[in-house]
């Protein structure tokens, strides 16, 4: 697999942004952290840019969106950029993730009712869970599908819930019905029995386990360890016509991280600050600080290797969207794939 070179045309540290007012997109989660953090600490300001954070509904509202320019970016699933270059779910919009914005953060969450009836629980090994879980469907509901909800079509949180599950051989097609929903609607699906159980990222999982709602019985930590799972997406056709604002973005996060990483105070600040109205607000009330590398979930969102996107850090995500295209009598273009996660970007902002 070849990197695409840099182009010529790539900004230096000291170009001026090409625009000074942006609207990026993000849904309440904790990894939305760094753009929250970029802008309540000033580090967008620092370089030249005032943001705007839109929390957005749904995924496939924050996508389209994207697509349409009506946001000049957003806080992305990982997999959303190459999902969207090829078309799957909308129309083709070549899609780019030019830094990485967490590694881990999801967990598996079942019902107290159905963890406790099947025996199902958080060890070092999530093969354990399933198979309980998978012991017990079979035992007393073999006809009965598990209602389990990932949050989007094309994610590592559907991709970890299919691979959790098939672990002790459950069929996602014949022993679950997946669905789709919000992040943010997880808890309250789960309280009212509309679901079985989710895979979505924090607070979420920690948020159902605090109100008794939910038993985390694994992490996408444990099955994909380090995995990529938020990204900064842009448009290609935006990131070539305002190269010198993409790299301020790309450089304000980078201090972002930075400043997250420099002492436990300035998680504690961040809790804070996503605990505002406008972000997470209430979602956050039961953690103490901002959970970073703490087990079992093990979520990173600092480290120049953690922002720093590379195709190959996708391979986990990227084989289920290539036996997808298959299926459909298609295959994933490696140049797609390398093109979408390219660290040109990233390269040319944070050096000199």
Not at 17 to 36: K, N
Not at 55 to 64: G, I, K, P, V
Request: aromatic residues 6%; glycine residues 6%.
């Amino acid at each position: 697999m070849t990197t695409p070179s840099l182009p010529e045309s790539s900004p230096h540290q000291s170009s001026t942004p090409e625009l000074a007012r942006l609207t990026l997109g993000f849904i309440p989660l904790l990894d939305a952290a760094l753009p929250v953090i970029a802008r309540e600490r000033g580090f967008f300001a620092e370089q030249g840019l005032d943001v705007s954070l839109s929390r957005e509904n749904a995924w496939s509202t924050l996508r389209d969106k994207v697509a349409a320019g009506l946001l000049d970016g957003a806080h992305m699933l990982a997999p959303m950029p190459l999902a969207m270059s090829l078309g799957l779910g909308r129309a083709p919009c070549d899609t780019l993730a030019p830094i990485t914005l967490s590694r881990n953060g999801n967990t598996l969450t079942l019902s107290p009712a159905l963890a406790d009836a099947s025996g199902a629980c958080l060890t070092e090994n999530p093969a354990a869970s399933a198979r309980a879980l998978g012991d017990w469907q079979r035992r007393t509901s073999p006809g009965r599908p598990l209602r389990l909800a990932m949050v989007y079509p094309f994610s590592c949180q559907h991709y970890l819930l299919r691979e959790w599950l098939a672990l002790d051989g459950l069929d996602p097609e014949r022993d679950a019905t997946l669905v789709a929903l919000p992040p943010q609607r997880m808890v309250d699906a789960l309280k009212t029995g509309e679901i079985d159980g989710f895979c979505a990222g924090e607070p979420w999982g920690s948020l159902a386990r605090h109100q008794d709602i939910g038993r985390i019985v694994a992490t996408g930590h444990q099955l994909w360890p380090d995995h990529p799972e938020k990204v900064l997406g842009v448009t290609r056709s935006w990131a070539n016509r305002y190269p010198a604002t993409l790299a301020a973005l790309i450089r304000a996060l980078t201090s972002a991280a930075d400043w997250l990483a420099a002492s436990p105070e300035h998680c504690l600040q961040a809790r804070h600050w996503l605990a505002l109205p406008p972000y997470l607000d209430r979602a956050v009330s039961h953690l103490p600080t901002l959970p970073l590398n703490a087990p079992p979930i093990q979520q990173r969102l600092t480290g120049l290797t953690m922002l720093r996107p590379d195709a190959i850090s996708t391979a986990r995500f990227a084989e289920p969207i290539d036996r997808h295209m298959k299926d459909d009598g298609r295959c994933l273009d490696q140049n797609t794939l390398a093109a979408c996660y390219s660290p040109v970007h990233f390269d040319a902002a944070t050096h000199p």
